[in-house]
Nanobody, 122 residues
Framework: QVQLVESGGGLVQAGGSLRLSCVAS????????MGWYRQVPGKQRELVAA???????NYADSVKGRFTISRDNAKSTVYLQMNSLKPEDTAVYYC????????????????WGQGTQVVVSS
């Protein structure tokens, strides 16, 4: 119903920057929220940032002032600009969305991308 394709992960030194992108496609009627989560092996997945269709944003305290989430509704794309990266930002970053879709009938569901690895070296 919804496919999310992420890009932009990689290896960067502490203090550097990366920009993650995620494009949504499928039988989408509307997307209510798009966001980014991250997960380290052995730990819980945590919300990094999210943005609503109306442009409201929220961030984890650990990334405030360093990360910026933005959304291009026309392109069904969400971005995460990550600046001043720290080793503790190392994780697999997942794109997600809550979308209203059509499959015979309409329904709302949560969808996830495959994840993109971010490694920050010290």
């Amino acid at each position: 119903q919804v496919q999310l394709v992420e890009s932009g992960g990689g290896l960067v030194q502490a203090g550097g920057s990366l920009r993650l992108s995620c494009v949504a496609s499928g039988t989408i009627i509307s997307i209510n929220v798009m966001g980014w989560y991250r997960q380290v092996p052995g730990k819980q997945r945590e919300l990094v940032a999210a943005v609503t269709s109306g442009g409201s944003t929220n961030y984890a305290d650990s990334v405030k002032g360093r990360f910026t989430i933005s959304r291009d509704n026309a392109k069904s794309t969400v971005y995460l600009q990550m600046n001043s990266l720290k080793p503790e930002d190392t994780a697999v970053y997942y794109c997600s969305c809550r979308a209203l879709v059509f499959t015979t009938k309409t329904s709302t569901g949560d969808y996830w991308g495959q994840g993109t690895q971010v490694v920050v070296s010290s």
